[in-house]
């Protein structure tokens, strides 16, 4: 219901009418005050919540959320974005701005025993290899609401049988349950990005993940599986499984990895596994 929403909090981003936006790292900040409530809606955050935001910019989600939970941190890699966040912060709550890649940031380390929530817009250049950095912390992360191209979160959200699933696909949905939310168009950022963006949910889950037997077998098998993913899967997975193999974990060889059920993928990586330790 857009159109009932009370905007959450008064606080705007940084004016950063000197700041060169930066389009290595993926730069387009949010002015959308509506999308800005939408994403806070969503995310529901409590003051006792362990949350973190990849990438705050000038802060558009950040002192709104701040302003919430009263501290956050954040983790950014603009070094010219540290101080004017940290001064911004000082009225507001205790914000604590981790200046690093993410990729270079050990999640579980934040979370200090409790389950972690992520937020962010994220730079798009690095959106898959952040959420595979994010999958690789799943034990520590309660959940995350991001924002990505809708692409790609077309891709995540996919069902088999299309060109949108794949190896992203299948990791995440192995292991989480993948919710999109809604679309953002372009003018909502400044400068407005080529593509339409959208707010996704992530729910890792430790029961699905207690379905792979091996996470090294499994995501070897995924990898081959998509890496050429127009040949069958007898071809594709020939270095690591027999056609028998394969039809023996419920799979006809003769399909392309794209027409495979998630869980199906799971059982073949478990049988070889198992077979390589027989
Ligand atoms: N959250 C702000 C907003 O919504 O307006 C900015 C979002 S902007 C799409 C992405 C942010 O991620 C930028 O602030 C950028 O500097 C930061 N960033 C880019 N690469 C990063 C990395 N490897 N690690 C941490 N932050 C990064």
Redesign the pocket.
Known sequence: MLHALQPLSPDP?LSLERHRH?KQ??????HDTTVIDRIILALQPQPEDRLV??????????FPLLRQMGRLQV????RD?IEPLRQRAASIGALEVVH????DVDLCALSAGAPLRLV?????N?STPILFHVLDHARCIRDMVF?LQKEVVDRMAAAPGGKDYGRLTVMLQAVADVQPLFVVPPEA?DPPPKVDSAIVRVVPRADLAARIGSDSRFDEVVRHAFAQRRKTLRNALSKLATAAQIEASGIDPSLRAEAVAVERFIDLGNALARDSHA
């Open positions: 981003p930066k790292l993926g730069q387009h900040f949010l935001e990849i990438g705050p910019g000038g802060g558009a989600l950040t983790i950014e890699f603009d974005l690093a890649d993410v990729l962010g817009n994220l730079p798009y690095i924002m950022f």
